[in-house]
């Protein structure tokens, strides 16, 4: 079976049992605060099993993108390892258990599949008696093949530290003795290549809390996981992942882009084609590279991939040319990557080109390094020196060792490791982005649906029942609320949370805010403990009251947002995506995937169009369709968002824009008023964000800016018309000052150089210096290093200056020692500046470097003088 069929085979084994196929949900669990990523087929119904969510159904199969990177260093060193797989699930929410589970995978696994049952074997939990007996007496397994693990093999989850979680039992298959022959004695169970686990049952019958106590499960189930790459290994007979067609069409042509074979280059190549699998997909969803978080694990995916590229001989960006043999082998499955594909491409390439010039500073740093340990007795690169490589310039281990011992050193790698692991442990700390309101003490008023919300038709709903109310521990003036019905909106999507009030006969209470979680609209409520009892009476009704100013002026700024991404498009192209928003009353922030700022030109033709569909007054329509049909007919989806399959709610201004959108909206797009810009900046690499205001918002803005000018004209003395040619003769008045100034400090500064080169030290027929001069700018510097270059004779030069707050540094060479390739200036002041933690570059004969670290200036001018003399003796 090649993958496709593989898939498709267990969606239809479990929808002959009765399981609702559910989509893969996001690579990004937006809903879940404990997860960077989905890292299980469970993630998207934890809610289910918690019995927080009402069940839409009892069964699903699924088939999940899922991305780890808790075995990243194993990642294409061993044959099972991988960052982005897929996961084949089925799930039981209250319905059957274990001895269904276990009976209809054997039933899949040895008749569908066919795998030969004399190589599975199964275990189970140590204390699991049901599972234990389920395979000895039901399935027959002898007693050989049902091993009992402890906890570390065979108790699962859960995923984010809180949720559902219990035994479970897995299956094995058995390679043959031959794949790990070092180890005649590996069994199931043990860390090796030869039994490959092929499917885990996870038995959920735990909800564990956040202070790590277990209790009963409110739907205990089935959560079965089988990964895909894996058991196509098994089915297609090979004994790595990396050979299956999975992979093996992708190896393929990274090979052809590295012009190297796959023979001798396993691992190299193995790593590139996996990472860019997950960059692919992760990219695609919106999450770009950044220095924390999710996007952290992305920068260092790509960082990783690169090296291994560079290993190879590559030296320009090479990733983004693999998106494409990614999309075509996933489109089918996956959709919504294709829809990724040129994000993902510009999101490569930008990245790729950031970091190769911070690989050659860290290729410059480490040479620094291993100098200094060739210098020192231990003959030993530090731990943290080796860590401060791999985490911020991106160098694997492997490669830091493999340098070293190329010249006689060693690598700390125990103190490395030190070091990694606080790393591990800071970004399990972060992985945590923010807290839910879990932990309330919840008092319930009355049962039956709740948080229905009826804000699209009425922002005034009477006779709501309060569901449930808690008090808020950190804030005791503060109590959540949970009605049958609302017409709040709960903050999501980027829109604020609606305020208003709760009124009840003559009782008035505030809610100061409202948010969403899961399927629950949580009113705030401004309320003091006395209040608590007027919550408690299940007979009391109350009048729910959205403020309706605030609403309309939130109304406008949302549907401005759909204007503005839809006017992007058409100015900037299609790869333009949501990246993230804000909708407030007052403004709106709008992030989106684009790879540099935007001129004038692009800003006002963006504002143009957006107010020539104000101007219009279209009617702004809503209706709903499956997902599937909405993205069928090319609605905008936002990326990473999970959706409703069989419903969704689609925001449609005809001829113009057409997005999945739960927020609310005006009739018409007249009702905005007005669309100003802001501003327009960058967020991170690759995200712009832009500020805009409508409305009566726009209205001040522009008297704002009135009053500015009128400020301006009053003290230049001029009129609007002639107050920008006011500025610009003041500031050729302060240009020509600031030249004076410059030619007064050359002048200074030739006197100075002067002495330095009085000092100049010679080797055999040349010269060099190294010191410190004076120089306002950095051309100053150039100029200063050009005199140095002409009466040097035959040598060169670090020169040092203090430029405002930056220390600078810059090497010359002379033409001749330049041209003979005898000394470079660009590789002499990288390896200057690198003694700092700094970084530098530019050509042979000149080349402009900064410092980090300015105290260790003074040892990166003592190494100049040792790399100028050493290079001029074998000149």
Same mark, same amino acid.
């Given at each position: 079976m090649?993958?496709n069929?593989?898939?498709?085979?267990?969606?239809?084994?479990?929808?002959?049992?009765?399981?609702?196929?559910?989509?893969? /949900?996001?690579?990004v669990?937006?809903?879940?605060?404990?997860?960077?990523?989905?890292?299980?087929?469970? %993630?998207q119904f934890?809610?289910?099993?918690?019995?927080?969510?009402?069940?839409?159904?009892?069964?699903?199969?699924?088939?999940?993108?899922?991305?780890?990177?808790?075995?990243?260093d194993?990642?294409?060193?061993?044959?099972?390892?991988?960052?982005?797989?897929e996961?084949?699930?089925?799930?039981?929410?209250?319905?059957?258990?274990?001895?269904?589970?276990?009976?209809?995978?054997?039933?899949?696994?040895?008749?569908?599949?066919? +795998?030969?049952?004399a190589?599975?074997?199964?275990?189970?939990?140590?204390?699991?008696?049901e599972a234990?007996?389920?395979?000895?007496?039901?399935?027959?397994?002898?007693?050989?093949?049902?091993? &009992?693990l402890?906890?570390?093999?065979n108790?699962?989850g859960?995923?984010?530290?809180?949720?559902?979680?219990?035994?479970?039992?897995?299956?094995?298959?058995?390679?043959?003795p031959?794949?790990?022959r070092?180890r005649?004695?590996?069994?199931?169970?043990?860390?090796?290549?030869?039994?490959?686990?092929?499917?885990?049952?996870?038995?959920?019958?735990?909800?564990r809390q956040?202070?790590?106590?277990d209790?009963?499960l409110?739907?205990?189930?089935?959560?079965?996981?089988?990964g895909?790459?894996?058991?196509?290994?098994?089915?297609? *007979?090979?004994?790595?992942?990396?050979?299956?067609?999975?992979?093996?069409?992708l190896?393929?042509?990274?090979?052809e882009?590295?012009?190297?074979?796959?023979?001798?280059?396993?691992v190299?190549?193995?790593i590139?084609?996996?990472?860019?699998?997950?960059?692919?997909?992760?990219?695609?969803?919106g999450?770009?590279?950044?220095?924390?978080?999710?996007?952290?694990? +992305?920068?260092?995916?790509? !960082?990783?991939?690169?090296?291994?590229?560079?290993?190879?001989?590559?030296?320009?960006?090479?990733?983004c040319?693999?998106?494409d043999p990614?999309?075509?082998?996933m489109? $089918?499955?996956?959709?919504e990557? /294709?829809? *990724?594909?040129? &994000?993902?491409i510009l999101?490569?390439?930008?990245?790729?080109?950031?970091?190769?010039?911070?690989l050659?500073?860290?290729?410059?740093?480490l040479?620094?390094?291993?100098?200094?340990a060739?210098q020192?007795?231990s003959?030993?690169?530090?731990?943290?020196?080796?860590?401060?490589?791999?985490?911020?310039y991106?160098?694997?281990?492997?490669v830091?060792?493999?340098?070293?011992?190329?010249?006689?050193l060693?690598?700390?790698?125990?103190?490395?490791g030190?070091?990694?692991?606080?790393?591990?442990?800071?970004s !399990?700390a972060?992985?945590t982005? *923010?807290?839910?309101?879990?932990?309330?003490?919840?008092?319930?008023?009355s049962?039956?649906?709740?948080?229905?919300?009826?804000?699209?038709?009425?922002?005034?709903?009477?006779g709501?029942?309060v569901r449930?109310?808690?008090?808020?521990?950190?804030a005791?003036?503060?109590?959540?609320?949970?009605?049958?019905?609302?017409?709040?909106?709960?903050?999501?999507?980027?829109q604020?949370?609606?305020?208003?009030e709760?009124?009840?006969?003559?009782?008035?209470l505030?809610?100061v805010?409202?948010?969403r979680?899961g399927?629950?609209?949580?009113?705030?409520?401004?309320?003091?403990?006395?209040?608590?009892a007027?919550?408690a009476?299940?007979e009391?009704?109350?009048?729910a009251r959205?403020?309706?100013?605030r609403?309309?002026?939130?109304?406008?700024?949302?549907?401005?947002t759909?204007?503005?991404?839809?006017?992007?498009?058409?100015?900037?192209?299609?790869?333009v995506?949501?990246?993230?928003?804000?909708?407030?009353?007052?403004?709106?922030?709008?992030?989106?995937?684009?790879?540099?700022?935007?001129s004038?030109?692009?800003?006002?033709?963006?504002?143009?169009?957006?107010?020539?569909?104000?101007?219009?007054? %279209?009617?702004?329509?809503?209706?709903?369709?499956?997902?599937?049909?909405?993205?069928?007919?090319?609605?905008t989806?936002?990326? $990473?968002?999970?959706?409703?399959?069989e419903?969704?709610?689609?925001?449609?201004?005809?001829?113009?824009?057409?997005e999945?959108?739960?927020?609310?909206?005006? /009739?018409?797009?007249g009702q905005?008023?007005?669309?100003?810009?802001?501003?327009?900046?960058a967020?991170?690499?690759?995200t712009? &964000?832009?500020?805009?205001?409508?409305?009566?918002?726009?209205?001040?803005?522009?008297? &704002?800016?009135r009053?500015?000018?009128?400020?301006?004209?009053?003290?230049?003395?001029?009129?609007?018309?002639?107050?920008?040619?006011?500025?610009?003769?003041?500031?050729?008045?302060?240009?020509s000052?600031r030249?004076?100034?410059?030619?007064?400090?050359?002048?200074?500064?030739?006197?100075?150089l002067d002495?330095?080169?009085?000092?100049?030290?010679?080797?055999?027929?040349?010269?060099?210096?190294?010191?410190?001069?004076?120089?306002?700018?950095?051309?100053?510097?150039?100029?200063?290093?050009d005199?140095?270059?002409?009466?040097?004779?035959?040598?060169g030069?670090?020169?040092?200056?203090?430029?405002?707050?930056?220390?600078?540094f810059l090497?010359?060479?002379t033409?001749?020692?330049?041209?003979?390739?005898?000394?470079?200036?660009?590789?002499l002041?990288?390896?200057?500046?690198?003694?700092?933690?700094?970084?530098?570059?530019?050509?042979?004969?000149m080349a402009?470097?900064g410092?980090?670290?300015?105290?260790?200036?003074?040892?990166?001018?003592?190494?100049?003088?040792?790399?100028?003399?050493?290079?001029?003796?074998?000149?």
């Amino acid at each position: 079976m090649n993958a496709n069929e593989i898939r498709q085979t267990f969606i239809d084994f479990y929808q002959s049992k009765d399981h609702k196929f559910v989509k893969s /949900a996001p690579l990004v669990p937006h809903d879940d605060p404990t997860l960077l990523f989905t890292s299980a087929g469970m %993630v998207q119904f934890k809610d289910l099993y918690a019995g927080t969510q009402e069940l839409p159904y009892t069964r699903a199969v699924t088939v999940q993108k899922c991305l780890r990177v808790t075995d990243i260093d194993e990642v294409g060193r061993t044959p099972r390892h991988d960052t982005f797989f897929e996961m084949l699930g089925h799930f039981s929410f209250g319905d059957y258990f274990k001895r269904e589970a276990i009976r209809w995978n054997w039933e899949l696994f040895t008749q569908v599949y066919g +795998i030969d049952a004399a190589r599975l074997t199964a275990s189970v939990f140590t204390d699991d008696d049901e599972a234990y007996d389920v395979w000895r007496h039901e399935i027959g397994l002898p007693e050989e093949k049902v091993v &009992r693990l402890g906890a570390d093999d065979n108790f699962w989850g859960p995923a984010g530290g809180t949720g559902a979680c219990g035994p479970c039992s897995e299956l094995y298959y058995d390679l043959g003795p031959e794949v790990d022959r070092g180890r005649p004695d590996a069994k199931p169970g043990d860390d090796c290549n030869r039994f490959v686990e092929v499917g885990n049952f996870v038995f959920p019958q735990f909800d564990r809390q956040s202070d790590g106590t277990d209790r009963p499960l409110k739907h205990r189930g089935i959560d079965t996981g089988i990964g895909l790459e894996r058991l196509a290994m098994v089915l297609q *007979g090979k004994t790595s992942i990396f050979h299956t067609d999975l992979f093996g069409p992708l190896i393929q042509r990274a090979a052809e882009v590295c012009d190297q074979p796959y023979e001798g280059n396993e691992v190299a190549l193995n790593i590139i084609a996996d990472h860019v699998r997950a960059l692919t997909f992760a990219l695609g969803e919106g999450v770009l590279p950044a220095n924390e978080g999710r996007g952290y694990v +992305i920068r260092r995916l790509i !960082r990783r991939a690169y090296v291994q590229g560079h290993t190879l001989g590559i030296t320009e960006p090479f990733l983004c040319k693999l998106v494409d043999p990614v999309v075509e082998m996933m489109r $089918g499955p996956y959709p919504e990557v /294709a829809e *990724g594909r040129e &994000r993902a491409i510009l999101a490569l390439e930008n990245e790729e080109e950031r970091f190769r010039a911070t690989l050659e500073q860290g290729l410059g740093r480490l040479q620094s390094i291993l100098r200094r340990a060739e210098q020192d007795a231990s003959r030993t690169v530090p731990g943290e020196e080796a860590f401060v490589l791999y985490d911020t310039y991106g160098l694997p281990l492997d490669v830091i060792r493999d340098m070293a011992h190329a010249q006689d050193l060693r690598v700390d790698e125990e103190g490395f490791g030190h070091h990694m692991a606080e790393q591990k442990e800071r970004s !399990r700390a972060a992985a945590t982005f *923010g807290q839910d309101t879990a932990g309330l003490e919840w008092t319930v008023v009355s049962e039956g649906e709740h948080s229905r919300f009826r804000g699209h038709e009425t922002p005034d709903v009477a006779g709501c029942r309060v569901r449930r109310f808690a008090q808020v521990p950190e804030a005791r003036d503060r109590i959540v609320v949970i009605l049958d019905s609302t017409p709040f909106y709960g903050e999501s999507g980027g829109q604020l949370g609606d305020t208003g009030e709760l009124r009840s006969n003559d009782v008035r209470l505030e809610v100061v805010d409202t948010l969403r979680t899961g399927a629950e609209v949580r009113h705030i409520v401004a309320a003091a403990a006395s209040d608590t009892a007027l919550l408690a009476d299940a007979e009391r009704t109350w009048q729910a009251r959205v403020d309706a100013e605030r609403r309309d002026a939130i109304r406008q700024h949302h549907t401005a947002t759909h204007l503005l991404q839809a006017s992007l498009r058409r100015v900037l192209g299609d790869h333009v995506a949501q990246a993230g928003s804000l909708v407030a009353p007052e403004r709106l922030r709008f992030d989106f995937t684009h790879f540099s700022a935007l001129s004038g030109a692009e800003k006002e033709e963006v504002e143009r169009i957006a107010n020539e569909m104000i101007q219009a007054n %279209v009617p702004v329509e809503v209706r709903f369709s499956t997902y599937d049909d909405a993205i069928r007919e090319g609605v905008t989806a936002l990326f $990473g968002e999970k959706y409703d399959a069989e419903s969704v709610r689609r925001v449609r201004i005809p001829g113009f824009s057409e997005e999945l959108c739960g927020g609310t909206h005006v /009739a018409a797009t007249g009702q905005i008023g007005a669309l100003v810009i802001l501003e327009e900046s960058a967020v991170a690499a690759g995200t712009r &964000r832009i500020e805009a205001v409508c409305g009566q918002a726009a209205i001040g803005q522009v008297q &704002r800016l009135r009053q500015r000018l009128t400020d301006a004209r009053r003290m230049l003395g001029a009129s609007a018309d002639e107050v920008t040619g006011k500025i610009e003769g003041l500031m050729r008045e302060v240009s020509s000052l600031r030249k004076g100034l410059a030619k007064a400090r050359r002048g200074e500064g030739v006197s100075h150089l002067d002495t330095l080169l009085s000092g100049a030290e010679e080797v055999g027929d040349h010269r060099f210096l190294v010191g410190s001069v004076q120089a306002g700018s950095v051309d100053e510097l150039r100029e200063l290093g050009d005199r140095v270059r002409q009466r040097l004779g035959s040598g060169g030069a670090v020169l040092c200056a203090e430029i405002g707050p930056k220390t600078s540094f810059l090497a010359v060479i002379t033409d001749e020692l330049a041209k003979a390739k005898k000394i470079r200036a660009d590789e002499l002041v990288r390896a200057v500046a690198g003694v700092t933690g700094g970084s530098g570059g530019g050509r042979p004969h000149m080349a402009l470097g900064g410092a980090a670290d300015r105290a260790r200036v003074p040892e990166a001018l003592e190494e100049a003088r040792r790399l100028l003399r050493a290079a001029l003796e074998q000149a």
